[in-house]
């Protein structure tokens, strides 16, 4: 047996005790905390080292990790910590887990040098006031020796558990069986592309489409990279609900055959998994956060027993140790061999998988399902709005230390808003006053939560979190981006009567992306829509030498009809006398074939308009629409309709709940009307976007509006054939899908009449 773990992951086991308290610490942001290590650094004498690579054995553990600095003049062995406020407000714990790992990196350091002796120091560094406070502690190296020895054999046992499960995992996985002997068509194809995408260490984008099992093709051969020791742990992320149960159920289908000693955790958004909403995450006011560091031993041991550890099997394990679900899968998310969850947990500025990646060092390989969902997610992340009018209800409730900040970010504001002259304008930088004002206010913000946690309203503290995402932003600030500023009418607006609303808006989300791409062995990127590949290479920021896979599907071109309605236009302009033509070519579909149908038109407005439309002139029509806003229970009676019923027309907008991950097979859904090209409205906004893209990439139109607009089209239609039996009709209403550039991007095997 031969186990290597992380400094920080050891120490994370063995030194923490006592609650969880998730009540908000000023935490410096990553930017800061690397700037606060270089000031540091800059200060002490030459021939200082900093980050000093040390590993370390005992027994068959292998412990290693980077040391923040040595001064070999006074040997002395820093550790530090960045931080903001009063050093004191730190909850002890915290101070026990920082002397835990200073303390191991002094044994190591010691062993690697031959030392005798050495001096131990914490060095908190306080990113407002930049003053240091250092507290020491004189070792022997034997001394040291003794604590590393220590905290190994608290963490040994746990070791020799996860190696037995890791050696008998890859066992499993190695001997492991495709689960329906046979695969279909394409599937292998694409299997065998996402293995040798493993065993290279190189990304691949596949383009596959639906009904070839794509989530078990791309699942199966990284658990078997996984079983030859080339993985460590396989993430799989989803935009939407429907695909973590697809990729949970895929898992299932593998230990149908045999049971396998594979853990898979699901995880899921706080909101969701909170037992307590209406109590905040600390001892004090959590029943399930006090003491949680104490039980989460016994709690993480149960939960480990059980291969599917889904939002349920989670709960259940944390109710019964009485500790929080939420932080108890984000603990197993440590010592899970699959996770599936949401982009985000890999994506985001702060994400927790990619920083368990790089803090362990472990090999993964990302699965990236439906792909084509990442750019807007992506863009989304790292995008935020301040909102005048938020702001001002933020300072009303603001306590009186906040007040001189709050009126210099107001000064500042108010002189853009003045300057502007139209409702929308764009700016080439970020006005260095406006965002210094933004950054005083955010120090003082989190010098004022240290002092006093409880004084800012929730309001206004959901205002200063948007500051600080407003502020990481602003200073990773480049052509991937732009800054605009939005004036509106605000009748509660002094003076004016206009607010103005600040955006750090993404366009393009490759730099923020491409260095998850490097901290896995492998990313997968797959879907039934990636045309054209170099769109999303672009934007994504996957490498030039990004394996391509385009799979032929199991559909023949007879299992579907594709009309094109090219005496209609769909236009803004054309949209009042496009109405009678609609209906009238989706009466006269049904009339010919009864069954169940969905219609897709651009907006709700327009939805409206031609179901009200049909109803007046077939009543004897079944029809049923998507409403604004609908919750789940109100989704899952839409989809019951085509379920129970065989003949109706539901209505749905295009590139909603309804345009992709719903699966009818059969007579469920016997044909699609696609009344839109689906192309993003023209606005302001995204005709700066479309400039911004032209700059960079030549072919701002395609890349804004056409290839966005075109995935939502193929999407959609690809409700209809689903299985190699299913047969149906698609009816893409627009002169526009006559035009070479637009059925280029249509899927090969159609035959559009």
Known sequence: MSYVVAVRAMCEFTARRGDLDLRFTPAPTSLEGIAGHQM????RASGYETELTLTGTHRSLTVRGRADGYDPIANRLEEVKTYRGDLARMPANHRVLHWAQALVYGHLLCQSRGLAELTVALVYFDIGSQKETALTQQHSARELEIFFVEQCERFLDWAVQEDAHRVARNAALVNLQFPYGQFRRGQRELA???YRAARDGKPLMAQAP???????????PLLKACGEDRLDRLFFLTAKTPGRALALDAIDSLHRSAPLPLRTLELVARDKACEHPDKACNGESCPLARGFYDRLAAARSAALATPRLDRAAVREAALAHEVCPYYLAQELARWADVIVGDYNYYYDASAMLHALTQINQWRIGVLVDEAHNLLERARRMYTVSLDQSAFRLARKSAPAALKKPLERLQREWNAVKRAQTASYQVY???????????QNLIGAVTDQLADAPLSIDEHALRFFFDAMHFVALAEQFGEHSMFDVTLSADRFAPRDKTSATLCVRNVIPAPFLAPRY???RTTVMFSGTLNPQHFYRDTLGLADDTQWLDVEGPFRAEQLQVHVAAHVSTRWRDRERSLAPIVELIAKQYDAQPGNYLGFLSSFDYLQRVVALLRERHPGLPVWAQEPGMDEAARDAFLARFRTMNQGIGFAVLGGAFSEGVDLTGQQLIGAFVATLGL??????????????DARFGNGYDYM????GLQKVVQAAGRVIRTEDDRGVVHLIDDRFRRPEVRRLLPRWWQVR
Request: glycine share 8%; charged share 15%.
């Open 40 to 43: 540091v650094a800059g200060r």
């Open 192 to 194: 065998v592309a996402v």
């Open 210 to 220: 639906t009904g070839i099992g794509k989530t078990l093709a791309t699942i199966f």
């Open 428 to 438: 080439a930088a970020i006005p260095g006053k406006l965002l210094s004002a933004a």
């Open 518 to 520: 490097a901290a896995a």
């Open 680 to 693: 993003p409205q023209v606005n302001d906004v995204n005709e700066q976007m479309r400039r911004a893209l």
């Open 705 to 708: 509006y056409l290839y966005p």
